[in-house]
């Protein structure tokens, strides 16, 4: 004999939600595993096996974390046309160096310190035919998880703290009792004070706190991506400072892509190597004269490292659509006092 219950429509359907979303609470979290697997399984291989016919030069990873000083990454190579290839490697703007040299292989580099490390696979050993590049990033970031399994914890906290306010809403809902339509009259007076003042100054002391412990302790620097603006800045000012000095005449060269790529250190030490000059490039792709200033200041704060400092000149026109981008890439290396000086530089 089967005995009936009866439940209010209401509770039933409150019932059917919770229900339901235990069920996708639990699928997801059987499912997120196996997909994040898959995805650092496809990450991990992006060549698998495949030939190719066009000249090509990887690094796995590209990002190496640097710890006890060093790291490491695997650099492969492949002509495409079974001709000899060049590696060459070029550490932080300084002079190119042989890395490895055949139609195709790997060899893996097992000094990688804090900065970029540019490899790139040329037709010939004088490197007048460029083939390939890959930039290989080195940072000090000891016990960082990837960024790459980064969201699917955040997503499951969402999920559990979205489920958790369905059921507070359902458990309200479906609790015994008038439900109340109107929100009750609030008084027109206050038995406590306000402390307005106080509270203001509190609320101001609190948010500079945050923002010091958060931007001005080095935390913000060491959680940037290095293959974002702001972490390739900063990456390259701290390589900078770590940089030994190599006892001649130094020339710090400044400037945007157009510097970056187009100046070469290795010919530019070449011709001025008579004159006891060697040349460094601390050119940054989209930087302007609005962020030079900040990193010649972070890596000279004393004015006396370098014995000349080249600055383009007559660049053209620069859109003012990349302001909000060169303020993003210049954080890392702002002070309180800047507030008003880097603000000024900037047109409404």
């Not at 070029?90 to 060899?107: C, D, M, Q, Y």
């Amino acid at each position: 004999m089967c005995k009936r219950f009866d439940l209010e429509p209401a509770k039933w359907a409150i019932a059917k939600v919770v229900a339901a979303l235990a069920v996708c609470l639990a699928a997801y979290s059987a499912t997120v595993p196996a997909v994040t697997g898959a995805m650092q399984k496809d990450a991990s291989s992006p060549n698998s096996g495949q030939p190719s016919s066009a000249p090509v030069i990887t690094a796995t990873p590209d990002r190496v974390t640097v710890s006890g000083g060093h790291g490491s990454t695997d650099i492969r190579w492949d002509r495409g046309d079974g001709s000899v290839g060049f590696v060459f490697v070029t550490e932080n703007a300084r002079k190119a160096v042989l890395f490895a040299t055949g139609p195709r292989g790997s060899r893996v580099a097992p000094w990688i310190r804090a900065g970029r490390y540019f490899f790139e696979l040329y037709g010939d050993a004088d490197r007048r035919t460029l083939l390939a590049r890959v930039t290989v990033s080195g940072s000090v970031q000891s016990g960082a998880p990837q960024r790459r399994t980064l969201w699917p914890n955040v997503a499951r906290l969402l999920l559990v703290l979205a489920v958790g306010a369905v059921l507070y809403f359902a458990v309200y809902l479906g609790s015994t009792g008038t439900l109340r339509t109107t929100f009750p009259t609030e008084p027109t007076t206050s038995p406590h004070p306000l402390h307005v003042g106080r509270n203001f100054f509190l609320g101001v002391a609190a948010f500079i706190c945050v923002d010091g412990v958060i931007f001005h302790t080095g935390f913000y620097t060491s959680i940037l991506a290095p293959d974002s603006y702001a972490g390739g800045l900063a990456l390259l000012t701290r390589a900078e400072n770590q940089r030994a000095p190599s006892g001649l005449k130094e020339v710090l060269v400044l400037g945007d892509s157009r510097m970056a790529e187009g100046f070469s250190t290795a010919v530019a030490d070449t011709v001025g190597s008579a004159a006891g000059l060697e040349f460094v490039n601390l050119a940054e792709a989209a930087s302007s004269v609005n962020n030079w200033y900040y990193m010649l200041r972070e890596v000279d704060p004393t004015a006396r490292r370098y014995w000349a400092i080249v600055v383009p000149y007559g660049i053209g026109y620069e859109p003012s659509t990349a302001d909000p981008l060169r303020i993003s890439m210049t954080a890392p290396l702002l002070r309180y006092t800047d507030c008003f000086s880097f603000a000024s530089a900037f047109q409404l």
